[in-house]
Every structure is written in C-alpha cells, then in structure tokens.
C-alpha cells in the first residue's frame, strides 16, 4: 500500500508537466499559461471573460473603480487545499520564470483600483469559501475567508451570540480581519426620505463591541493559513505566534487566509439607529462627540460614527450620527447629548438584533459608482475638530456642486483607549498603538462618491488636498498621530509606516520568514506592501 502522501506527489508531478508544456506551446501568452495550469489543477474552478460566473464575479465589487479590471481568468476555490493548489501552481510557474500576478477578494468592498482585483493575471474568489460554524461550547465561531458578516450575524443572532465585527451585513470578513480594525471601508447610508444618492453617512471601522473586546483582529483566536509555498499552517498564540500578530493588521502580505476562528459570546438585542440632523447643529454634534472622546470613562457599551456631507443634488449639507448601545436600553446617558440636538430629520433609533442594524447599513448603497476614501488620525481636541468641520466646509460645495450626483464626507469616529487597551491581554496586534501614550484619538474619513470617470482627477484632487490640509494642520497644533487605518486608506497611502518603525520591522521579519521568494510582495500587486 502506498503511503497516503503519494497521491499529492503525483498529482504535483503531472501539473508540473503540464505547466512546462505549455510553456512551450504558449509561451507568448504568460496570461494564457497561468490560467490553463490552474484549470489543471483544480478543474471547474477557472472562469474566463466569456462565462457567466467570471461577469457574475467582476460586476460583484463596490466600486466601479475595481469593477473596470479585467484578470485573465478568476478562479473560485471551494476549500484550503484548494487555494493551496492554486498558490502552489502560481509559484511554480513564478520559478520558472513566468512572473504570474493574482489578486485576493473576498467581500470586494476596498474602492481603490487593484485592490482586490487585477488587469490580466488572476483573480482568486474566495466567496465560495463561506461556511460558518460555532463549537459545541459556543465559545468560537470558525468563519470561512469569503464570507460576508450578514452570513456570520444570522446565525449568531439565533443563539443571541456574537463576534467582533463589520457593521454592514455584505462586508467581507477577509480583509477586515487581516486589514486590522473591525471591518473593510465604511458604508454608504442613502437616506430614501430626502433622495440623497450620495454620502449622508459613513459607516467606519470600529465595531459595535470594540470598546469592551478590542479591535476585530484582537478577537481572532486562530488563522488557518496557506503560505507561498502551498502549505496549510494555523497561525495562533502557540503555533506560528510571530505570524499570528503579524497577521493582525498586516494585511495580505503573508499568505492567504482561508478561516477565521473567532472569540464568540452571549449578546441579544441592543439599542441603535440613525438620526439625521440639519448642518446647523454641526457646532452642537461636535461638542458632544468631543465630550464623549474621553481618555477615561469612555462607556464601554457606546459604539458612534459622526458625518458631515455635502450633497450635490440637494447642493447642501447635512449630518448624521450613527449610534449603537450594546444593551437593551433606550437613549443611554452616553447618547443624550446627541439625541437632545433638534431637530431630527430622520431617526431609525431603536432596539433590535445585530442583523437589522447591519442590514440597515447597506440597503441602499447600490455597487458600481466611483469611490475614494482617505484617512488621518489625530487626537480628541473640540478647537481643532471645529477647524477640521470648517476646512471641509470650505471645500465641500465650492469643488463639487457641478459635478452631478457627487458628494463628499467628513467622517470621524473615537479611537479612546478603552479600545485600544484591550489588545495586550488578546495576544496583541501590528497597528502601533499605545494607548498609555496615544489617549483619545479621533480617526478622521474623508470619502467621495461620484459617476463618472472624467471627474476623478477633480475629485481625487480635492480630497487629497482636504486630507493633506487636515494633516498639516494637526501638526501644527501638535495633535497629528501617525495611524492610518489600513482598511481606510487609499491606495497612494502608506499605513504600514503609520504603525511604527517597530510593528514594520516586526512584519518584515515575518514575511522573510514565512514567504522567503516574496510571493506576495512581488506577484500580489493588491493591499500595502512591506
């Protein structure tokens, strides 16, 4: 009988020949090799520009941005060992000199080009990789790569339980676990009532249960993970520890992970909604958000993302406070100051399970427009977030009142240490935040939604220099902080850097370690680079 490793052997054997032949017979056509060798080595799983599941795929992401790539092929793993044969076959055919290019995707909701997609090369769907499962203790939740978290909040809102993450429902868990805070860039919330198609919100980075539990990354017990060279390693606090904190904001630049296991725990339903306000009472709003910022006292249970837009249908500005309360309890103290600020618009504030409130998040943001995001981070101080409103006020409606359909969003969210505590006791992370030194941080969004590609250069201008006033601006005042949350930067950012000179040395040494010929350093294009 031969010993059960002899199969795989085998079967590498065959692919390696049918790799080199056609090399032979194709060699003018990289893209065209790299697509045959993995329909043999994982046959059925390859789809081309011809198929219905490759246009299905390519019309899936948020962004039209993305959408516009065109891979040579994109291939849908349905299991570990199948993303290992594929990351196997590309490093082969890397060795022999081909330079193959693939792109990662999961949920596909990062804006920028090339993020999660690419033109020629390959494309990996992980979206069949989806299954969700919880352990007998109901103390884990095991959750494939390409799942969405409305997958993850259905089934753990029938056994009132929870896990630590996105706030929309069609989110991918992948990159928001990898990317550090607690899900892939924030929503878009269109308020029906007031026809508002652009921004009127944006749902940001911090989980409902981040001030209790941490980050996302922070709740992750496990990573099962293929490496460049095909194998299959679980990354946690006792095997492969260097990469398991590597993995914790690192983004993609180690492997792929195929699943999450996740800390699980009891939660019913909680209190929360939207109140959208006039722009009038933005000086009101910012008071209370810079009240409730606090270095200590933050209530663990609040959750708030804060937004100012300028809407071009309406050529006007309006604001908007999404809230949560992680228990079952109307207008809680910590909201007040926000719930007391007349008038309302519209309010959607009440008590409901977590799935409701993510769905909430997305029912109207249809894919295919044009996105940007960008971001900087600076500390709570109510002066300079009055100068930050005015310095997007001053940009907002003179920049894009002629740009049909557009908008454009100044979104802030609190980063207090309550938050950023919480990481040491769960093994820690690569973010770079000391929240002994840091105090309260206030994460800054800048964000944009238009039409039409003969805008992006005016757009992507304006914002750019919104965000670089911004930043100088903190500096000047001594309030600058050098995080950029990965998940919201843009693709001309750098949030590795932003972590420290210590987390990038950190993932450095991991990527040497575990990816020795720079696999994803070199042939994955997508994510931020070491």
């Not at 219905?52 to 899936?60: D, E, G, L, P």
């Not at 092929?73 to 000199?97: F, M, R, W, Y």
């Not at 860039?185 to 009532?193: K, N, R, S, V, W």
């Not at 977590?354 to 600076?378: A, H, K, M, S, V």
Request: glycine share 10%; with cysteine.
């Amino acid at each position: 009988m031969r010993h059960r490793g002899f199969w795989p052997l085998v079967i590498l054997s065959l692919i390696e020949a049918i790799v080199c032949a056609l090399i032979l017979r194709t060699a003018i056509d990289p893209d065209s090799i790299q697509c045959n060798a993995l329909l043999a080595a994982i046959p059925g799983k390859v789809s081309y520009p011809s198929s219905t599941a490759y246009t299905s795929s390519s019309r899936s992401y948020w962004s039209s941005q993305e959408e516009a790539l065109a891979p040579s092929c994109i291939v849908t793993p349905t299991h570990a060992k199948d993303v290992a044969s594929i990351v196997q076959t590309l490093n082969l055919l890397n060795k022999g000199g081909l330079k193959c290019r693939f792109a990662i995707r999961g949920g596909g909701h990062t804006p920028w080009a090339g993020s999660a997609n690419i033109d020629g090369g390959v494309t990996i769907d992980m979206r069949s990789i989806a299954e969700v499962s919880v352990d007998a203790k109901r103390s884990v939740a095991s959750v494939g790569a390409g799942a969405i978290w409305g997958d993850v909040y259905r089934k753990m809102d029938a056994w009132n339980m929870t896990v630590v993450g996105g706030r929309g429902s069609s989110i991918g868990i992948g990159g928001l676990l990898t990317g550090g805070m607690c899900f892939v860039p924030e929503q878009l919330i269109q308020f029906e009532m007031f026809g508002l198609r652009s921004l009127t919100s944006r749902i940001g980075g911090i989980s409902y249960f981040s001030a209790r539990y941490g980050f996302a990354c922070d709740n992750v017990i496990n990573y099962q993970v293929v490496l460049a060279s095909g194998t299959i390693v679980s990354a946690n606090a006792t095997s492969h520890p260097d990469l398991f904190v590597a993995l914790k904001g690192g983004g993609n630049n180690f492997g792929v992970v195929t699943r999450f296991d996740l800390a699980a725990f009891p939660q019913g339903n909680f209190w929360g909604g939207f109140i959208l306000y006039h722009d009038s009472t933005s000086p009101q709003l910012l008071t209370a958000f810079s009240g409730l910022d606090k270095a200590a006292g933050f209530d663990e249970y609040a959750a708030l993302i804060l937004s100012f837009s300028y809407v071009q249908t309406m050529d006007s500005y309006v604001a908007s406070a999404n809230m949560e309360y992680t228990k079952p309890e109307e207008n809680p103290p910590a909201f007040q100051p926000f719930t007391s600020i007349q008038p309302h618009l519209q309010n959607t504030m009440r008590i409901s399970n977590q799935t409701d409130f993510t769905t909430e998040f997305i029912q109207f943001q249809p894919n295919g427009r044009r996105q940007l995001y960008l971001t900087n981070t600076f500390k709570n101080d109510l002066t300079f977030l009055i100068d930050v409103y005015n310095m997007f006020k001053d940009t907002g409606s003179s920049a894009l009142s002629k740009i049909p359909n557009s908008g454009l969003s100044l979104t802030i969210q609190p980063i207090p240490p309550a938050m950023t505590s919480r990481s040491a006791s769960r093994g820690g992370n690569s973010l770079g935040l000391n929240y002994a030194e840091d105090g309260a941080l206030v994460l800054c969004l800048i964000s944009a939604t238009w039409d039409h590609p003969a805008d992006d250069t005016l757009i992507t201008t304006t914002a750019q220099d919104l965000n670089n006033d911004i930043i100088a601006a903190a500096k000047n005042a001594g309030l600058w902080h050098r995080w950029i949350y990965l998940n919201y930067a843009d693709g001309s950012q750098d949030p590795i850097s932003g972590y420290g000179d210590t987390s990038a040395a950190h993932l450095r040494a991991v990527s040497r370690m575990y990816d020795p010929g720079k696999v994803f350093q070199r042939s994955v294009p997508g994510g931020f680079k070491l």
